[in-house]
């Protein structure tokens, strides 16, 4: 990998890990009450709680994933497997 690459890759890994900050904020704020609240015949409803454990999911895999490339190891590949009943 060359110099270049490295830097873009740590960039995009710093970008990733400010914004996995911002969700865990925001699985905490909904956490602590404030994901919906009302006010007469008007109410708010913020980020779906599972949306937000959702992208940390992704966030996370995709965090680890680079770290492994910078760090030299080859990144995770995943597949699956079908079994069939001929």
Same mark, same amino acid.
């Given at each position: ?6 830097? =873009? $890759? /740590? @960039? #995009?890994? !710093? #970008? #990733? /890990? ?8 925001? @699985?905490? %704020? $909904?956490?602590?009450? *404030? ?5 007469? =015949?008007?109410?708010?409803?913020? *980020?779906?709680?599972? &949306?937000?454990? =959702?992208? $940390? &999911? !992704?966030?996370? &895999?995709?965090?680890? @994933?680079? @770290? ?5 190891? !080859?990144?995770? !590949? %995943? ?8």
């Amino acid at each position: 990998m060359s110099g270049g690459e490295n830097v =873009t $890759i /740590k @960039e #995009k890994l !710093k #970008k #990733k /890990k400010n914004r996995l900050e911002m969700y865990y904020q925001a @699985e905490e %704020a $909904i956490l602590g009450g *404030a994901q919906s609240y009302s006010l007469g =015949t008007r109410s708010l409803t913020r *980020a779906n709680l599972a &949306d937000i454990r =959702t992208m $940390i &999911d !992704k966030l996370e &895999d995709e965090i680890s @994933e680079l @770290e492994s490339i910078v760090d030299g190891r !080859k990144p995770r !590949k %995943a597949f699956a497997v079908v079994p069939r009943d001929w």
